[in-house]
């Protein structure tokens, strides 16, 4: 029996190929960068396209805004975990 993995990339080819995985790496490489110039000051568009004058991305602005969108809704959630308080621990 074949994996479900195997199926899946005979029938639609390797994701990791696709230009939505590559448009999500370009971005994901640089995502510090990213929000720390958007905490400076710059908007979206401005980074998107210094970033695609210079060659960095190849990407839309929409699709490059709905990834940008998705690293500040997880930066948001990672930062509101660190901040919950540790369970107390009794011993006896």
Not at 31 to 49: F, N, Q, T, V
Not at 82 to 90: A, C, D, H, R, Y
Request: hydrophobic share 35%; net charge positive; aromatic share 6%.
């Amino acid at each position: 029996m074949k994996k479900l993995n195997d199926l899946l990339c005979g029938l639609h080819g390797n994701p990791r190929n696709s230009t939505r995985f590559k448009n999500r790496a370009d971005i994901m490489v640089r995502k510090d960068e990213i929000l720390s110039e958007m905490l400076a000051g710059w908007s979206m568009r401005d980074i998107w396209r210094a970033l695609l004058k210079e060659g960095e991305i190849t990407c839309s602005y929409s699709a490059f805004a709905n990834q940008v969108k998705r690293l500040c809704d997880s930066t948001k959630r990672t930062d509101s975990l660190s901040e919950l308080p540790k369970p107390v621990v009794k011993i006896q």
